[in-house]
């Protein structure tokens, strides 16, 4: 493309200054024909006035010409250097009664050069002038004009084509670098590779966006990993449990019916617990994928239904408080199941029963993050647990007893950094636990 451009550049270019130059001379020798055509048309001019040896020739000579005087029978009285043939036209204007009666001949060859030629008759018989301009000249110039130019778009073309290549292999460079990652993941399966990072264009930023895709598939991998392992880790015990009484199962009539009773109990009790512990594998791995459409959540709102729904399922008494602005951006879902896991937890821990469980949403005056916390009047947690409640099935030495899977709070972690917020939980002043997490500061992130 840019050859052609180039090329075609170059040729208007030559053809447009040869046109001009063509015409320029042209004009000039038109002009020097019509001023001798008036001469000899305004005065009674001679072969003579017209002779290189008469005094003041070189005023009636026209300049940057070559002239010739023809006599009246159209022979050469003084011939021009160099001389210029005489053809039977030219003869005609020699003889001519009318001054200034002229005749054109192009491209005549005198010698190795062209000439433009005009003959003017002087009138009465008298004889003719003939004027040559040369032509050669002009076109030896222009083809020392066509000939740079050649050079010239050669020059650019090679210019053009030399920094293309430069250029294309300077993008084309990173691309193969990043294609050859592609296809190490594709061959290893290894998604921590670093891709290298460079420039500020469209493959720079290509190349930083594959980095951060690669760097979330890495830690999605690594988050299912852990989640494999720990469910198959929780899940083991459980399930030895229920195949130890399933064997016991077949030697029930040798029982005692109160053992009986006890084993049927257990079993009921471990396939219960066995349920709510794929429940929320299930509530976990789908926070960890959510893929519902952040929008605006009133977290005062949610607060309330959770306590609706607490309130029903446990007859506990649920109390909400919020104060300042308490809407954000957020996945309505995600956050009611985080909200009820905290109010569950409350609820369970807090046997008594005696005091409310209390739901404090306090939001800011302007912008900034949202916090929603649970408390309650139980036992509380230990000061070496409570740095690890919301880690996968922790679950504290008191709490081992109590039905239960140690995910819920790890439920809450992943919903409040998710949200751009994180989950706090600490001893409350008079006995009982604050458990809780903010959202906000960054809007929720979505899969990608």
């Not at 030896?140 to 050669?154: E, G, H, I, N």
């Not at 930083?208 to 999605?220: H, K, N, P, Y």
């Amino acid at each position: 493309m840019t050859a052609s451009v180039t090329l075609l550049i170059g040729f208007l270019s030559y053809t447009a200054a040869a046109r001009l130059v063509r015409v320029d001379q042209q004009s000039v020798f038109h002009e020097v024909v019509q001023d001798l055509r008036n001469e000899v048309r305004a005065n009674h001019m001679t072969p003579v006035d017209f002779s290189s040896t008469a005094p003041g020739h070189d005023l009636v000579r026209p300049a940057r010409t070559d002239v010739q005087v023809l006599g009246p029978d159209g022979d050469v009285f003084d011939p021009g250097r160099p001389g210029l043939p005489v053809e039977d036209a030219d003869r005609r204007i020699a003889g001519s009664t009318a001054a200034g009666d002229a005749v054109e001949h192009a491209d005549v060859r005198v010698g190795d050069d062209l000439y433009r030629v005009a003959t003017v008759s002087l009138g009465g018989g008298r004889g003719a002038v003939q004027v040559a301009q040369e032509s050669s000249d002009t076109e030896d110039l222009l083809r020392t004009l066509q000939r740079r130019t050649l050079v010239l778009m050669a020059a650019v073309v090679l210019g053009a084509g030399l920094f293309g290549w430069w250029l294309a292999r300077r993008i084309t460079r990173r691309l193969v670098v990043l294609t050859r990652a592609a296809e190490d993941v594709t061959r290893t399966r290894r998604l921590g590779i670093q891709v290298p990072v460079a420039g500020h264009d469209e493959v720079g930023r290509l190349g930083r966006a594959f980095d951060r895709m690669l760097g979330r598939l890495a830690q999605s991998e690594e988050d299912q990993r852990r989640l494999v392992q720990d469910a198959g880790h929780e899940l083991r015990t459980p399930l030895t449990s229920l195949r130890t009484n399933i064997s016991l199962l077949r030697r029930i009539d040798e029982l005692p019916p109160g053992t009986r009773e006890e084993l049927v109990a257990d079993l009921a009790q471990e396939a219960l617990e066995l349920t709510d512990l794929v429940n929320e594998l299930v509530e976990l791995a789908a926070g960890q994928s959510d893929t519902e459409p952040p929008r605006r959540v009133d977290l005062a709102e949610v607060a309330e239904e959770v306590a609706a729904l607490a309130r029903r399922r446990s007859g506990r008494r649920i109390v909400v408080r919020a104060s300042g602005h308490t809407v954000t951006d957020g996945r309505p879902g995600m956050l009611t199941r985080a909200l009820s896991n905290l109010v569950e937890n409350a609820v369970k821990f807090d046997r008594d029963g005696r005091a409310p469980v209390e739901i404090d949403v306090a939001g800011p005056d302007g912008p900034g993050p949202v916090r929603v916390e649970v408390r309650d009047r139980g036992p509380g947690i230990a000061d070496g647990d409570l740095l690890h409640v919301f880690d996968r099935f922790y679950r504290a030495a008191d709490a081992r007893s109590l039905p239960g899977s140690g995910l819920g709070l790890s439920i809450v972690r992943e919903v409040a950094l998710s949200h751009g917020g994180a989950p706090y939980a600490a001893r409350r002043q008079g006995g009982g636990t604050v458990t809780g997490f903010t959202v906000g500061g960054a809007r929720p992130h979505d899969e990608e």
